[in-house]
């Protein structure tokens, strides 16, 4: 099983940024992908998540109205768009998968399997 972030950078305030999570190694369709943050000295948050069995989404308060999660199950990527981001954004972004829906929405221990994230810097 493999996860692979990909489109961080340096953005400006109000901004957008799309991150692809590329995977492999399971059946796409049967698990949902997450996206999660994660500033240093602060616990890993979930901010949006996808099933790859029938598109139910859902957000976070921060994410949702900013950003949307799709999923594009011929090329086996979950695409977090974020448009008018801010400062508090900044963080390391990481996605994660679990077989069919996670048993709690939005939760770290609810995902099994973990790319190694993708830095996402607001600047003012």
């Known amino acids: 099983v493999q996860l692979v972030e990909s489109g961080g950078g340096l953005v400006q305030a109000g901004g957008s940024l799309t991150l692809s999570c590329a995977v492999s190694g399971f059946p796409f369709d049967d698990f949902a992908i997450g996206w999660f943050r994660q500033v240093p000295g602060r616990e890993r948050e979930g901010i949006a998540e996808i099933s790859n069995r029938d598109g139910t989404t859902n957000y976070a308060d921060s994410a949702r109205g900013r950003f949307t999660i799709s999923s594009d199950s011929f090329k086996n990527t979950v695409t977090l768009q974020m448009n008018d981001l801010k400062s508090e954004d900044t963080a390391v972004y990481y996605c994660?998968?679990?077989?069919?829906?996670?048993?709690?929405?939005?939760?770290?221990?609810?995902?099994?399997?973990w790319g190694q994230g993708t830095q996402v810097t607001v600047s003012l």
């Open positions: 994660a998968a679990e077989y069919g829906w996670p048993a709690h929405p939005l939760s770290v221990d609810s995902y099994d399997y």
